[in-house]
């Protein structure tokens, strides 16, 4: 294994630095800023005290998420999806993903009839924005729940079980972890990978661009995936002062 | 293994009843008619002489997927995307899946500035949809490259590989292949797979609607999916009277 | 009068070859597939359990009407409606025709609150699609609220006439009855009928696309169209086995 | 026949008083307010110096119709088009039929690589708007292409006929011409009639809203129709001071 | 001062040429065309039994705003809002700006759960057409609260104030009042102003599109603005038939 | 004066505190975090090399803003504006303001035939958002262009002014510069002011939310902004290291 051969220089099983600061902006009950390397992303977590009309009167409540970049966020300009009126199905697709991955994290039975509404927004972009997302909003969530339980509202923080998500893929066909920007342009194989702190899959996403991957290859950049996910969730506890 | 236990009486590792109908409909280049048990697409192939901006000048063409459902292709009628006046999240990321799986069949450089458009469009739903789309759509596609090298105007199919897609999931804690409706609204994981007549993955999607699926399961799935996709693209090669 | 004028060799009083396919879908209340020679629609007849809101509380029921075209159902591929976002005028004009038809054949007062929604996608194009979609939502209809009365949510099918639909157009200075595409692509007039199984008339709509038409122009037209609807709607008697 | 049956007092074959003001606004190339009784259009015909896309270097002119209401031009306040984000059906409806109709009236191939744009805006409504904008858009179409002519940019006014229309309708039984509000909305048939005037059809277009309607019937309303628009198409040549 | 140095030939401080006509289109409950020169705005007011979302319950009324311009009422034509499918930014601006001055004119407590809509529909621009709407519509909003007050449904006219509005600016370095289209494209400095008849202001709005302004030159437009207002209000009182 | 009538207890003429961070993030050729107390805004500047349609060819420069909030940066959640497919009035009313006020900061003939887009986005609001967004675009763009007169492509930063901008207000009687949002939703009278550094006016509006305010009043207000804007370009020449 040549550690030389990833543009930053990382070996190919290491993460970037991760950030994790809540508290990032004052009015949301959960707001964290995640860094992972140059990657910046503001998530947000704001209780809504009301469902979805598909769930009115069921006791239960909801979670969902939307993703956003700023339009300088990346290397050129990029249109504002508000000012050409609509979301890209790459911007769908990606909040469809928080969503699913964050409804997993949490027991929707058990905070009432309210939403959780997650907002992600990419302020720097540097590869991995989805995971970066996802990694984020589940300590913003956190915290939000927190707030509900200490203002009495619900009894405890309905968590089920931590999750986090991570980017692997084939680089110069080397398996590697955390694609930053300039790996994820030039790699064949992009995975990303949503797991639990069991260590159980929520979302599995690979797809080729380039050659198509075998078994083999798959096992292998789930190992990584499994490894950077477990030091991922202990960031997350750490941040939030849970012992792991 | 209980062969009872699904609500078809299928065994876990059958495919439904594959029909693929070549030529369906007059006007397009490629037109088949897949059906999978009751799940019936119709994907068309047309071919454009130009591609999007983005490419012009580049020398080489463009493929590119886009799905819909009628709107009483489902149990209960679903609201018309074009009067609503927006695809759904959902549609956008189908579409995308589509045009990604079959992008990675055929070589962009070897049809000159032309593009492929594929239109899969479900008729009657029962399950596997979208995987149902890429199987049926590479023979259209196929079928489409046919004519236009009959013309002369290629002068070969720019095969790359045969690609077909088949769902996987866990259905009360079974994992089954080709899941019908019934099936994936009750089952736990679902993943949808893509693979190459080399056996190799272009993608896999999975979702852990109900518990996290660990690494084993996960390859109990891979293998079912891996037979399903080798037996489907036989039907292909059948179809196209192709030796397999 | 000669018959070999016509491209396909049609008298210039004949339909082409209609054909009547009843439960061609699954799920819906009322499916049926019209083939009216190479015109190939799929017309679904849903029932809702409820009425808009303008009507709401009234008593009285309702039936609307969409027309679609699959996006390679035509010579060269059209954009799909979906994905510009929206309906073009051509389609509303045509699902607005459809669903007054309908509404002309059903007594509104006499099947509760519900709505019936009518689908009219068009597969393949080759003229006459909207007259096509018109005859075929009749059967698609009359078969949805058979269901209901058999169920014995209402006392009977809501009839008041059968409805069916034909083109008519001077062909090379020729009055013809159900242009095909080819006819109606070069024709000077073109006029769209809607009559009743009593021979009167619930829409007429026609146009001089080339030279204006005289009175006596007219008045052919409208002979050729009140045959070949009084034997539209024999087809649909039988189709549906009700004695003529 | 009993004149007094209409609520207006009119006869069953008087138009309402028609008034039609040229250079009613003062930058369009024609302009003129038309009122039918109290429906008042202002219709405004503008000249731009270019074709649309498929019709750009065929060397001919292209000629387009817009249909608006004001939000108040009617009994209660209709929602803003502008506001809502969409032209509705019947409006665009009728801007297709205003469009026809004028493309009848002119020789597309002698006004050069010109649109023509014609915006017909109600400022108050009291029936017959879609007929009242044909009449009165002729008589700005004339006006706009006087003032090419006489800058000596086409030789001529590349008229082929002059068109009028009307709407003809039964009113509690009765057949009668230019239906006012009160009229129409308790009408049980509804027709516009489109004519040149050599007597000949542009467009019919008749709807049974209550009971369908025979052929005696609508022979009855042409020629209620055929005497009101040789009326109409007399009072145009009035206005532009043409002798008829 | 110059008087010839404006195209019009007016002198600096004067009003061009203003004309209210109150009961112009016959169904709103305030209809008034005003003409400010060659600009002219029909605004009319219609009241509505209900109020928005966020007032339900609460008591009071509220009142909004909508304008538009006519397609050629420009000397080039302008594309229609509603074909377009969006309003642009200047309309929705204009509009803001007429809500918010016509709602420091009425007491919003005073008239019930209703809603008061102006809607301001330019026919023939000539520079000026924001303030020309909220002058006429203060005429249009006073009628249809009368005509409230008549029929005994609110005690008395909940009239605060009247409000008008005027351009001032600095055409070729001299301040004028109410600036026409050539002068308004041709300016440096141009401002709106709002006020009530004590001579308070409700809105200021300038802006520098050539040379920024100092405080002196503030102060002499203010000056202009504040008689050219009492001159309109006197007007208002006039149509109204009120004791200035 | 009583100190502690505002709710921060800030003297009437004190700005709050302000902070300008340069090179906030990566890519964009001008990045700037505003702090004005909590309010927070990322305003970015970006080069494009070519110009709208209306100017190409013409061989000057353009410069157009655009504005945001992320949805949580508000005390309660927002809907997204790029899910709701559309901007607000109120957004495109200030993101016509910043485009209006920073053009007249720079000279568009002598920075070629190239775009500059400013992005501001709220991360965190109370109160000012479009003030902050003016001043701190103004040092973004600086940089911006200070970038391209390092690389040569411009001779020299075509600077005509400095501008920033400030909002004052009426609070509870009293005259108060730069009202945070507490204030804001508390005041008469609100007025948002854009200066240069020579003192002179871009940009006043000034709107009477409650009580109409008079000359005198105006003046007053006018008197804290021209303080408080000095103060701020003072700030802006201190974080560019330019000599006042």
Known sequence: MTFEARPSGRPVDALRTIRL??????????????????????????????????????????????????????????????????????????????????????????????????????????????????????????????????????PAIPLKHFVAAISVGVYQGMPVLDLDYVEDSNCDTDMNVVMTDAGHFIEVQGTAEGAAFDRAGMNRLLDLAQAGIADLIKLQKQALGIAG
Chains 1, 2, 3, 4, 5, 6 share one sequence.
Not at 41 to 55: D, M, R
Not at 134 to 145: K, L, P, Q, R, S
């Open 21 to 154: 600061t809540r508290d990032y902006t004052k009015h949301a009950e959960g707001s964290v800023l995640i860094e992972c390397g140059d990657t910046k992303v503001i998530c947000t977590a704001s209780i809504e005290e009301k469902v979805p009309g598909f769930l009115k009167g069921k006791g239960q409540g909801w979670l969902t998420a939307e993703y956003g970049m700023l339009p300088r966020s990346t290397h050129s300009r990029m249109d504002r999806e508000a000012a050409k009126g609509k979301q890209s199905g790459r911007t769908q697709e990606i909040q469809r993903l928080i969503g699913r991955s964050l409804r997993a994290a949490f027991d929707l039975q058990a905070f009432g009839e309210r939403t959780l509404h997650l907002d992600c927004d990419v302020i720097q972009a540097d590869g991995g924005t989805r995971t970066a997302s996802i990694t984020g909003a589940m300590v913003a969530a956190y915290d939000a729940f927190s707030k509900l339980a200490a203002r009495g509202l619900i």
